[in-house]
């Protein structure tokens, strides 16, 4: 029964029957004005003064709502769900995302930014930390240090992101080896559903946050996660390795990856550019300094034989989590991530030989700056929890992963009308083929640019649970009021959704005069 409510719901979501401007059923200004004077916390609707200063941003593709509440309550959110309803119009949230820009916002939607939920509890006896989910980990992570250097909690790599859309997604990070993914430190999460009532999650609700979250249920408003204990110490190593155009240092790679401690987190990037093409890996042990010196020992023995080690190689030593946090490095995003997937101990070698062709065999000076395949490797503890994912949504596939890999190409400057020639999306997706054939996953990190037909990705990223997560969104939320991109309920590709705006054409009304400006004028 529950599944045919859903087939119900999605068949009214592609016939995108909201409300927009112009329409009947729009709300009048006195309307909007309404719904300003009943709110604790701010509107700005299009139009004011103040608008264009909260939405604008140079991204292409962004689009612009029909109003933002700064909300400061739940009976603020209630509000704002309630008007809704009533008016029939889109609701979103900005502030749960992965990515620290807007990328929430959908068309001509009321939508709620939650950053205002920022309160923070750190409990030193009972090891939880309970928050606001409009936090940033920077905020969450001084405020745990405050309390003691020798508490901690598994984070993301990104300073400015939220750690509700990082856990709830799965949540991978430099500590997942040694302490599991954000879900499995999520201990509660409140929530106020669709009709506007406020719960504490439980059951499948709870099942469903921890691993598909989003704001597909309802909108998260606080949660509280585990914190671990533990007087870290450790080194982080630094190396750049010439390729030498044939990628031979993958292989070598590969290898130790296969049998590292999971104390050890590899990041690590492939890149080819017309300068210089290089395998550069970023090793942290997190361990006592002896065993990590042994460990970075057996690691350059396994290196050697790839070409001229640069010598811009670093020892970092480091005190505690927050230090590790605050001092380490990362490889900037080079690339626009099209594809994403995992690796397992059982086809990594496949995987690994499959971006290898792909980096060789693209077309750089063409069509491509560069071309590069990031990862980061998973697995360790976080293998061991959870086995039956009668805890957690996520993938059985993301459970037993040895690497999350984003691929992609920093794409040249030159624009044109048609975004598959843009995208290069025939290389791409031969690519992507080729990948899915060794390893049938799919899994998105920050941000999530993969281009992936609904019926498609779903089984991918949730595997065995999706059918159920799609049974738990049609029961609490059977008008489908709320979708977020590639969440449960979301269906349609971001080419054809009118979320979003043309890619590579226009930036909606993202600008200040207003009216339509292409990739090339806003870069």
Known sequence: MQIAIFLTVITNAVGYTWNLPGDAGWPAKAEWEGLRGSLEGSLDIRGDVTFFAIVQNKRAGLPQPAAVAGVQTE??????????????????????????DMRGTVDNALLIRIYNFN??????????????????WAALHDAINKTSEDLYIPSDYY??????????????????RLAGYGVDSLISATVVLPNGTSTTASGDLLWSLRGSGGNAYGIVTHLTMKLFHRSLTGTGYMGIYKSGGDYACLKNLTEYIKTASEYVTLNSEAVNNAVSPSVAVYFYCLAERSVCIGEIERFAGVMPECQNVENNCVAL???????????????????????????????????????????????????????????????????????????????????????????????QSTCTSAPLDYFNMV????????????????????????????????????????????????EVDPANALTCYQCPGWVEPETTDPAMCPICLCSCSNNPTGGCSDVKALN
Request: aromatic share 12%.
């Open 75 to 100: 009976r603020d959110i209630t509000k704002c769900m309630e008007f809704a309803n009533k008016f029939n119009i889109r609701l979103a949230v900005a502030g749960q995302m992965t990515h620290p």
């Open 119 to 136: 309160k923070i509890s750190v409990n030193k006896t009972e090891k939880t930390v309970s928050f606001g989910t409009g936090v940033t």
């Open 159 to 176: 300073t400015q992101s939220s750690p509700y859309a990082w856990a709830a997604s799965g949540g991978y990070g430099p500590l997942t």
């Open 317 to 411: 030593p480091l005190n505690n989590f927050h230090e590790f946090y605050n001092a380490k490095p990362r490889f900037p995003s080079i690339t626009a991530n099209f594809v994403s997937f995992l690796a397992s101990p059982t086809n990594i070698d496949s995987v690994m030989q499959e971006i290898t062709e792909f980096i060789i065999t693209s077309n750089v000076s063409t069509y491509y700056q560069e071309v590069g395949c990031m990862w980061d490797t998973v697995g360790g503890v976080a293998a061991t929890l959870d086995p039956n994912g009668h805890a957690t949504s996520i993938s059985e596939h993301l459970r037993g992963a040895l690497l999350v890999v984003k691929c992609g190409a920093l794409i």
């Open 427 to 474: 290389h791409v997706n031969s690519f992507l083929k080729k990948v899915q054939k060794v390893t049938p996953t799919q899994y998105w990190g920050s941000p999530p640019h993969v281009y992936m037909l609904p019926e498609v990705y779903g089984p991918l990223y949730w595997g065995r649970s999706y059918e159920k997560l799609v049974a738990v969104k049609s």
